[in-house]
């Protein structure tokens, strides 16, 4: 591994310290690509047995579309709604002409170009941690979101190549009032990152907030911006089989400016869904097809996800479960009917662990292959998930960059050149040799092999005499030491300035009705 730009400029820094900064050994930002094909866990006809029955959800149930807006614009373009009802149905033709306008590949712009990234049959893009309400760490506890965390997670998701987009807000900030909230979470955004970030989709008037605050930092104009995707946002439905009024309203105005809406159904098994897998999946995507086809009703041809967050629950308490073998089944369903659609698809880094154990490892890695190997795109909640989504974890997050890390060597193509079959030293060695000492070998051990994070590789003497310590307590120092070398992204000031002076006014303007 080559050490990246963020570790240069530091020296001052360093000598001013008695306890200097370790360098942070990783790749440069890239775009990564899966180098295999996604492996199909039913068969192509079983696909469409879930779509057609999809298609006669929405033909003949239909769905709750409580904005009127939205039914307008779904009348307009051919659905039955009648005056005064919610229940929205659509024709199989309809649907199927609405879907068929959405674009297989679209660019998300960041603020920094070489930050910006692709979505397309093959890219995969790995987001930090959203909308936990509390956060963790070993030294304080557990506690409710605040902005001095919040910001911290944003240093840490800015610093880590591997994270390729900011996501939403890591932990809600619960200390800042929610009518000014999304000002100064995305004016953090702005000043402390350079990637691309999610905002939230609640209501027209943060939509509205969000997309002026983009454009300045941009430096764009709102003509420049409609063809230009810089910022994404999760619709989720209200399953079963409802669109609120929030949500769509900012789908709808999303998608008028051309940015990018990722169109996701919660659908727990046995809860809010059929308890079966299949029946699960059918509603799922009864509703993201309903989603997806309202976004190019608003506009065809805007950037838009498919996005899967079909789970199961713990029937004896109804509570969430997550990394569970039904989970990565969804992930590779969900991953299938994308494909069948030519659309982007969207699954999550997930686990139901209270605390940075044994299980948090073994349901984020399941969750993590049912993703990669289901066809994922976006990754969303990529690093820091714990409690099923309620916690947003300091060492969680060492933990999943570790593992997203690992996951990204994997990706990378085996070599069989001249050189990587190494024959000659085979034949230089011998039979009952080593390979320690050959010329082969010294020009490439230092960055041969993936160096992990958090693994203790030391015998188990060595690891005693240490003190014996824990996965949770090296992400612990990990993530101290890894804070302490951040540096912010540059802003130009007179874009700085102008946010600062946008976010004045909408504070003093009252910033947003909460009450929905």
Same mark, same amino acid.
């Given at each position: 591994?080559?050490?990246?730009?963020?570790?240069?400029?530091?020296?001052?820094?360093?000598?001013?310290?008695?306890?200097?900064?370790?360098?942070?050994a990783?790749?440069?930002?890239?775009?990564?690509?899966? *180098?295999?094909? &996604? @492996?199909? +866990?039913?068969?192509?006809?079983?696909?469409?047995h879930i779509? /057609?029955?999809?298609?006669? $959800?929405?033909?003949?149930?239909?769905?709750?579309v409580?904005?009127?807006?939205?039914?307008?614009?779904m009348?307009?373009?051919?659905?039955?709604?009648?005056?005064?009802?919610?229940?929205?149905?659509?024709?199989?033709?309809?649907?199927?002409?609405?879907?068929?306008?959405?674009?297989?590949?679209?660019?998300?712009?960041?603020?920094?170009?070489?930050?910006?990234?692709?979505?397309?049959?093959?890219?995969?893009?790995?987001?930090?941690?959203?909308?936990?309400?509390?956060?963790?760490?070993?030294?304080?506890?557990r506690?409710?979101g605040?902005?001095?965390?919040?910001r911290?997670f944003?240093?840490?998701?800015?610093?880590?190549?591997?994270?390729?987009?900011?996501?939403?807000? *890591?932990?809600? &900030? @619960?200390? +800042?009032?929610?009518?000014?909230?999304?000002?100064?979470?995305? /004016?953090?955004?702005?000043? $402390?990152?350079?990637?691309?970030?999610?905002i939230?989709?609640?209501?027209?008037d943060r939509?509205?907030?969000?997309?002026?605050?983009?454009?300045?930092?941009?430096?764009?104009?709102?003509?420049?911006?409609?063809?230009?995707?810089?910022?994404?946002?999760?619709?989720?439905?209200?399953?079963?089989?409802?669109?609120?009024?929030?949500?769509t309203?900012?789908?709808?105005?999303?998608?008028?400016?051309?940015?990018?809406?990722?169109?996701?159904?919660?659908?727990?098994?046995?809860?809010?869904?059929?308890?079966?897998?299949?029946?699960?999946?059918?509603?799922?995507?009864?509703?993201?097809?309903?989603?997806?086809?309202?976004?190019?009703?608003?506009?065809?041809?805007?950037?838009?996800?498919?996005?899967g967050?079909t789970?199961?629950?713990?029937?004896?308490?109804?509570?969430?479960?997550?990394?569970?073998?039904?989970y990565?089944?969804?992930?590779?369903?969900?991953?299938?009917?994308?494909?069948?659609?030519?659309?982007?698809?969207?699954?999550?880094?997930?686990?139901?662990?209270?605390?940075?154990?044994?299980?948090?490892?073994?349901?984020?890695?399941?969750?993590?292959?049912?993703?990669?190997?289901?066809?994922?795109?976006?990754?969303?909640?990529?690093?820091?998930?714990?409690?099923?989504?309620?916690?947003?974890?300091?060492?969680?997050?060492?933990?999943?960059?570790?593992?997203?890390?690992?996951?990204?060597?994997?990706?990378?193509?085996?070599?069989?050149?001249?050189?990587d079959?190494?024959?000659?030293?085979?034949?230089?060695?011998?039979?009952a040799?080593?390979f320690?000492?050959?010329?082969?070998?010294?020009?490439?051990?230092?960055?041969?092999?993936?160096?992990?994070i958090?693994?203790?590789?030391?015998?188990?003497?060595?690891?005693?005499?240490?003190?014996?310590?824990?996965?949770?307590?090296?992400?612990?120092a990990e993530?101290?030491?890894?804070?302490?070398?951040?540096e912010?992204?540059?802003?130009?000031?007179?874009?700085?300035?102008?946010?600062?002076?946008?976010?004045?006014?909408?504070?003093?303007?009252?910033?947003?009705?909460?009450?929905?």
């Open positions: 591994m080559t050490v990246d730009r963020l570790t240069r400029g530091r020296r001052r820094r360093r000598q001013e310290s008695a306890n200097p900064v370790p360098t942070i990783q790749h440069p930002f890239q775009q990564l690509k899966r *180098p295999y094909p &996604p @492996v199909p +866990i039913i068969s192509d006809d079983q696909v469409e779509h /057609q029955a999809s298609l006669k $959800l929405l033909s003949e149930t239909g769905l709750d409580l904005h009127d807006d939205a039914r307008a614009l009348k307009k373009a051919g659905a039955d709604v009648r005056e005064g009802v919610i229940r929205v149905r659509f024709d199989p033709g309809l649907i199927n002409e609405a879907i068929a306008t959405v674009p297989s590949e679209f660019k998300l712009h960041a603020r920094n170009p070489q930050h910006s990234v692709t979505f397309n049959g093959d890219n995969i893009v790995f987001n930090m941690m959203a909308s936990a309400p509390n956060c963790s760490d070993t030294d304080r506890g506690r409710a605040n902005q001095e965390d919040y911290n944003l240093r840490l998701a800015q610093m880590h190549n591997i994270l390729h987009v900011t996501g939403g807000y *890591p932990v809600e &900030p @619960v200390d +800042i009032h929610p009518s000014v909230r999304h000002l100064d979470c995305i /004016q953090d955004y702005i000043t $402390l990152t350079d990637k691309a970030y999610c939230y989709a609640l209501g027209e939509v509205s907030d969000a997309i002026e605050m983009t454009r300045i930092a941009y430096g764009l104009t709102s003509d420049q911006m409609r063809d230009q995707a810089c910022m994404f946002s999760i619709i989720n439905t209200n399953s079963p089989l409802q669109l609120d009024i929030p949500m309203q900012g789908l709808i105005a999303l998608a008028e400016m051309g940015q990018l809406v990722v169109i996701t159904p919660f659908t727990l098994a046995g809860a809010m869904a059929p308890v079966t897998i299949a029946g699960a999946v059918t509603l799922q995507n009864a509703e993201a097809l309903a989603g997806v086809a309202l976004s190019q009703m608003v506009r065809p041809g805007a950037p838009v996800m498919y996005g967050f789970s199961n629950v713990d029937m004896k308490t109804g509570s969430p479960a997550f990394g569970t073998p039904e990565m089944k969804a992930q590779h369903i969900g991953g299938q009917l994308a494909r069948r659609y030519g659309i982007p698809y969207r699954s999550s880094n997930v686990c139901a662990a209270n605390t940075v154990d044994a299980q948090a490892a073994y349901e984020t890695v399941f969750s993590l292959w049912g993703a990669i190997n289901g066809g994922v795109n976006m990754l969303m909640h990529g690093a820091g998930w714990l409690e099923g989504g309620l916690c947003c974890s300091y060492e969680k997050t060492m933990l999943d960059i570790d593992l997203l890390q690992m996951v990204s060597e994997f990706l990378q193509p085996a070599s069989t050149n001249l050189d079959l190494a024959v000659d030293t085979i034949n230089e060695v011998g039979p040799g080593h320690f000492g050959t010329e082969h070998t010294q020009n490439r051990y230092r960055d041969a092999f993936y160096s992990p958090l693994s203790d590789w030391r015998n188990f003497e060595t690891w005693q005499e240490a003190g014996s310590p824990i996965t949770i307590e090296r992400a612990n993530w101290k030491s890894r804070l302490a070398a951040y912010p992204p540059s802003l130009d000031a007179a874009i700085r300035e102008e946010l600062e002076a946008f976010t004045t006014r909408r504070k003093s303007e009252g910033g947003v009705a909460t009450d929905f």
